[in-house]
Nanobody
Framework: QVQLVESGGGLVQPGGSLRLSCAAS????????MRWYRHSPGKQRDMVAA???????NYADSVKGRFTISRDNAKNTVYLQMNSLKPEDTAVYYC???????????????WGQGTQVTVSS
């Protein structure tokens, strides 16, 4: 069994910062790309940021220069540092990863349960 667990969401004022974490656990052999998505009511789920196992990153235009994705491979954890937050960043943020299980060695895509981020004064 492999699971992703996010933490770090909450309520923050515009201009503030939050740091999200997502830890992968279970029968893990290796983790390829890790990503953060977000979903707001009435909108589709969009990718916010992605990072490869080698550390290459990619960001949505709406968060470039404000958000930073990073990972700790020893801890099987990915982070999203969010600065200069805006009300339009309000969403449920989901962790996503391509993980190779140590039991089956098959590569599968996994999702976390999501964490709410609310930016409001």
């Amino acid at each position: 069994q492999v699971q992703l667990v996010e933490s770090g969401g909450g309520l923050v004022q515009p201009g503030g910062s939050l740091r999200l974490s997502c830890a992968a656990s279970g029968s893990i052999f290796s983790i390829n790309a890790m990503r953060w998505y977000r979903h707001s009511p009435g909108k589709q789920r969009d990718m916010v940021a992605a990072i490869t196992s080698g550390g290459s990153t990619n960001y949505a235009d709406s968060v470039k220069g404000r958000f930073t994705i990073s990972r700790d491979n020893a801890k099987n954890t990915v982070y999203l540092q969010m600065n200069s937050l805006k009300p339009e960043d309000t969403a449920v943020y989901y962790c996503n990863a391509d993980i190779r299980s140590s039991t089956s060695y098959g590569l599968r895509n996994y999702w976390g349960q999501g964490t709410q981020v609310t930016v409001s004064s």
